[in-house]
């Protein structure tokens, strides 16, 4: 967790994860993973979006936790879901014909282009760090109607290229995902810790077009191992809103004291 | 039908080194009674197959059970990383593993081939990924109806496959409920099998969402109490989440992981299930 900014009284982790839920203020249905999105995704849901319909890969359709999950399969999922449905069927009769709105994706490391890896560091067959792989991924970035990445943002994970790509985004550019047949138009949004970044229309190349209070726009090129596009006209997020804040907190804290005696 | 026996004479009866056995179940009801027994008994050189890797297999990769690992997310959920399996691929400790990676959607079409007799399964999914490139089990086709381009993985049919669920009746019908991930899929691809249940009653009363598995599908039938702890068992117990947070620093050094082993697992009886955790 990064420091309390001083200011505000909220950290950029915090900021970071109400961006992303205001992401979803529009949305219907959303495939969800655990960790930041599904915090974010439960926080859009609490706040701005009651009817918002999370699907989880572990078969839970309509999930309405009342904290968050520790797992993408625990019980809290399965009791409050409108319909459990096995993985099969969650993956081929949901997801594949291009029935959900969201998917809501984290990476290991992003490139200019939105694709992810999260599979390895390093080289494949010796890597320098095995990463827990694909799970629902490829398949969520390849057939959701659109993406939201949630990242932080720092050189380590914003490379010029990829060790592995394991979920597409714009691929090399623009024509890749309709020559791979991939029907989901692809990420909309990708919210970090400094910012916003969103795809150019024309180039498909990853452009920041928000800062969040108090990041600058050098922080943003610093922390991206490739040569930033900046928009020419450059937003600023809106602080976190004391309801915002709270929400998030009581989340999270449903979160450290799930499951401990 | 399927017999009713004890988890060691189950296990015996199964799984021969040099298997390829699937041990699943997707969050919930994950067979670690069963995996513990596989452990006891010695078994070695497994190709061990499933979605999520989960704490059950870095046990058994930790104790050398296993040669190969197929499957398509292995991380410790909502915790971070499993050490023994990255142990194994980055250092070859104990014994080399071997990884076949895919998607849950590659993998749960591979288990659907596998119980329907199909070769292949075909899905809209892999293409634009390097992992296309990593095995030989990923493969493009073209549609004859359409000319669409779409990705098929073969079937997989284990030689044992393993679950857990709540409870069987007398004559070894099995029934599950809740979170029920791929185990109809993973049983019915299977060429034998076993599921270890919760408790065994005279009637299976109707149960939502319930999964019943016939008798004459199966193999084997044991009896584990808590037999899928620290996962749960929806109706019976929860997720022991406490458990898998202690995990990651049991499982990061290699002399305290097998201490943990050799007091929790290979000391206890087979009809201990994992109660004394």
């Known amino acids: ?261 | 039908m399927a017999r009713v026996v004890s988890l060691r004479d189950a296990i015996a009866g199964l799984v021969e080194d040099g298997d390829t056995v699937a041990l699943e179940g997707f969050t919930h009801l994950i067979p670690f009674a069963a995996a513990h027994e596989v452990i006891r008994q010695g078994r070695k050189d497994l190709s061990l197959v499933r979605l999520t890797p989960d704490l059950i297999y870095d046990q058994m990769i930790g104790m050398g059970c296993a040669r190969k690992l197929i499957f398509s997310w292995g991380g410790n959920p909502g915790v971070g990383s499993l050490h023994r399996f990255r142990d194994a691929v980055a250092e070859g400790w104990p014994v080399p593993l071997e990884v076949e990676e895919h998607s849950h959607a590659g993998m749960a079409n591979r288990y659907v081939a596998g119980a329907s007799g199909l070769p292949f399964a075909v899905l809209r999914g892999y293409r634009g990924t390097d992992l296309m490139d990593q095995t030989e089990n990923i493969a493009p086709i073209t549609c004859p109806f359409t000319g669409e381009v779409l990705t098929t993985v073969p079937a997989l049919n284990p030689d044992v496959t393993v679950t857990h669920a709540q409870r069987a009746d007398r004559a070894g019908n099995v029934q599950m409920w809740g979170i029920t991930g791929v185990q109809k899929e993973a049983l019915l691809a299977a060429r034998s099998t076993l599921v270890t249940v919760e408790e065994v009653v005279d009637e299976l009363a109707p149960m939502p969402g319930q999964v019943i598995i016939p008798s004459w599908a199966l193999t084997y039938v044991a009896v584990a109490p808590n037999g899928a702890h620290p996962s749960y068992a929806d109706g019976y117990y929860e997720r022991d989440n406490a458990f898998y947070r202690e995990w990651d620093a049991i499982s990061r050094d290699r002399t305290r992981f097998r201490q943990w082993m050799a007091d929790h697992v290979l000391e206890a009886g087979s009809g201990a299930g994992v109660a004394a955790i």
């Not at chain 1, 992401?23 to 609490?46: D, H, K, Y």
């Not at chain 1, 409050?80 to 998917?103: C, H, K, S």
Request: proline share 7%; with cysteine; net charge negative.
């Open chain 1, 1 to 261: 967790m990064t420091a309390v900014d001083t200011a505000g009284g909220w950290t950029a982790d915090e900021m970071m994860t109400v961006a992303a839920a205001r992401q979803l203020r529009s949305a219907t249905t959303c495939f969800v993973g655990i960790g930041l999105p599904s915090t974010a995704a439960n926080l859009a849901r609490t706040l701005y979006a009651p009817d918002l319909v999370l699907i989880y890969e572990s078969g839970c359709l309509g999930a309405k936790p009342n904290r968050l999950p520790a797992s993408i399969g625990d019980g809290i999922l399965a009791e409050t879901a409108t319909a459990v449905i096995t993985v099969p069927e969650v993956f081929n009769y949901w997801l594949q014909p291009g029935r959900i709105d969201v998917g809501f994706l984290a990476a290991a490391q992003l490139d200019r282009f939105a694709n992810i890896n999260t599979t390895v560091i390093g080289d494949y067959a010796m890597p320098s760090v095995r990463l827990p792989g694909a799970g629902g991924a490829p398949e969520i970035a390849a057939s959701c109607r659109e993406g939201i990445i949630v990242v932080r943002q720092n050189r380590r994970t914003f490379v010029e290229k990829l060790d592995f790509l394991t979920s597409v985004g714009f691929g090399s550019g623009p024509g890749d995902r309709e020559a791979l047949g991939l029907r989901g138009r692809g990420p909309r949004t990708v919210i970090t810790d400094i910012g916003v970044l969103e795809p150019d229309p024309e180039s498909c190349e990853l452009t920041l077009t928000a800062l969040h209070p108090g990041s600058t726009v050098e922080q943003a090129k610093d922390a991206t191992g490739w040569d930033l596009v900046v928009a020419r006209t450059l937003h600023e997020t809106e602080p976190p809103g004391a309801d915002e804040l709270a929400a998030l907190r009581r989340l999270t804290t449903t979160l450290e004291t799930n499951g401990t005696p």
